[in-house]
């Protein structure tokens, strides 16, 4: 088992950035490939960066491809999800999600946190 919680979710004007943080306890001697996912109210979930064991792999959604950037710090069990250009559409609940393998389907995804709450204001 695997137990993931995201943090550093905040209240943050448009155009400004912010990282939040997802880290993970329980069975960490397994290394898993990590992704992030959004959803707002009334809408799917939706992919937005995923990152491999190593970290050598990245995969962006097209909406923030260049904008944000996501990392990991194995030695400390931390996936980073860099937002920078934040804009009101990117106000969501993010989720951080744990998976044997980089993958944009959520279906895929065995261990999930709970979600931090990014707001941009405009």
């Known amino acids: 088992q695997v137990q993931l919680v995201e943090f550093g979710g905040v209240l943050v004007q448009a155009g400004g950035s912010l990282r939040v943080s997802c880290a993970a306890s329980?069975?960490?001697?397994?290394?898993?490939?990590v992704s992030w996912f959004r959803q707002v109210p009334e809408k799917e979930r939706e992919f937005v960066a995923a990152?491999?064991?190593?970290?050598?792999?990245?995969s962006y959604a097209d909406s923030v491809k260049g904008r944000f950037t996501i990392s990991r710090d194995n030695a400390k069990n931390a996936v980073y999800l860099q937002m920078n250009s934040l804009t009101p559409e990117d106000a969501a609940l993010y989720y951080c999600?744990?998976?044997?393998?980089?993958?944009?389907?959520?279906?895929?995804?065995?261990?999930w946190g709970q979600g931090t709450q990014v707001t941009v204001s405009s």
């Open positions: 999600a744990a998976a044997p393998f980089v993958s944009r389907r959520q279906v895929d995804y065995h261990y």
């Open positions: 329980g069975r960490t001697s397994i290394t898993y490939a």
């Open positions: 990152i491999s064991r190593s970290g050598s792999v990245t």
